[in-house]
């Protein structure tokens, strides 16, 4: 099979984390990009991108790239001249998103109308007969992003962005995206060693993506669709295969490893379980209704790893909040090694502690910190910078 140009887009700070996943997976030509890696391969390698893939969210495959596209016309001719009966058929659906940055297309709605015009048009020439758009659930999503004058056209072959794996059906206010933490599982270097306590578990999206990653569950094991499977080019055979395989190398933990889960809300605790036995996992992972700060560490041998709330959409005093948190660790948690993701970089302050590591990250747009701190007895080390 000839090799494609895929992008794999995820969140800022987890470019390099993903390149490792490519690179593992068995990608070609791999480099990174802004909340994006790039590198090649196969239809059967795209397929096996979407399948397996922890830390991205969508696989973009590039059609054709265009150097000097500054005006309408040229965009028009640009669309014109790719063959969109290979991608699509006239009786099938489709949307067209525009992202990246140019001077000379500052409405992105207008853009897309010119683009959408080029296939109309050419179908209508071609069959006297032309797809219809569906913004909401499109057979093909076409992406045109630009560069200045420089313009990619893309297919995306994700269809619903990857962090949607079909495991989440209960959240509560605030959820963590999957993807991203699939990423600050990676990012804390847990490889299941050691216990994993996630004290403010949520719906439970932690210790899910942790316990995937580990048994080599693959990411999408519990998603239905993908949108590469409405394309002309599509190879339903070997998509099984790809699948069968992938789901042949997955592992169990080891039995003396345990991954916990707190919440002092009721309702947290049962929707973290729901999401649990969804993703068939409820034999690994155990959730209790607790307060993390009137506990203790179960076992020295423990990594935390959290998501505490930070005034965005959960309100809290941050103040009281994160020294609270920094109290908990000193008085009942030395020995072990705490991982945190905050969106509020004043509430780092409050905690008490010099953190080991800073990595910065972006949850949305949201500027964000996952910080490390190694609960040792007596001094604490000097603060490394990321």
């Known amino acids: 099979m000839t090799d494609l140009r895929l992008i794999a887009t995820t969140f800022y700070g987890l470019e390099h984390v993903l390149s490792e996943e490519l690179q593992i997976l068995g990608a070609k030509n791999i480099r990174t990009g802004n909340r994006a890696v790039y590198f090649e391969g196969d239809l059967g390698f795209m397929f096996k991108a979407n399948f397996n893939l922890h830390t991205a969210l969508r696989i973009l495959r590039q059609l054709k790239h265009f ?36 001077r000379y297309f500052n409405n992105t709605k207008f853009a897309a109308l010119k683009a959408k015009d080029a296939i109309v048009d050419q179908f209508r020439t071609i069959y006297n007969l032309r797809p219809d758009i569906n913004l909401k659930q499109p057979d093909v999503r076409i992406v045109l992003h630009f560069n200045d004058q420089h313009l990619d056209v893309l297919l995306d072959s994700s269809g619903e962005p990857l962090h949607k794996r079909g495991y989440r059906t209960q959240t509560n206010i605030a959820p963590l995206n999957e993807v991203l933490a699939a990423g600050i599982v990676k990012l804390s270097g847990w490889q299941g060693k050691r216990h994993l ?102 076992d020295p041998n423990t990594m935390l790893l959290f998501n505490p709330p930070y005034d965005e959409r959960l309100a809290v005093n941050i103040k009281n909040f994160y020294k609270q948190i920094g109290d908990t660790l ?54 490394t910078i990321y």
């Open 330 to 383: 000193k008085q009942h948690y030395t020995g072990t090694e705490a991982w945190l993701l905050t969106g509020n970089l004043q509430a780092l302050k409050f905690v008490g502690l010099r953190p080991s590591k800073r990595i910065k990250m972006f949850n949305g747009k949201l500027e964000s910190r996952l910080v490390q701190y190694l609960m040792y007895e007596g001094s604490i080390p000097k603060t």
């Open 197 to 298: 306590l996630d004290p403010m578990c949520g719906s439970g999206t932690i210790l899910i993506e942790a316990a995937m990653q580990q048994m080599q569950i693959p990411a999408a094991i519990n998603r239905q669709k993908f949108a590469f499977q409405n394309w002309q080019d599509y190879d339903a055979d070997l998509f099984e295969l790809i699948k069968s395989t992938s789901i042949n190398k997955i592992r169990e933990l080891p039995a003396h490893i345990k991954l916990l889960g707190y919440d002092k809300a009721p309702t947290a605790v049962d929707k973290a379980r729901i999401n649990i036995k969804n993703a068939n996992l409820d034999e690994y992972i155990e959730i209790e209704q607790a307060d993390f700060f009137n506990t203790k560490a179960p």
């Open 67 to 102: 150097r000097q596209i500054y005006k309408a016309a040229q965009l028009y001719k640009a669309i014109a001249g790719i063959n969109w009966s290979q991608w699509l058929l006239p009786t099938q659906t489709f949307r067209i998103d525009v992202t990246g940055q140019t």
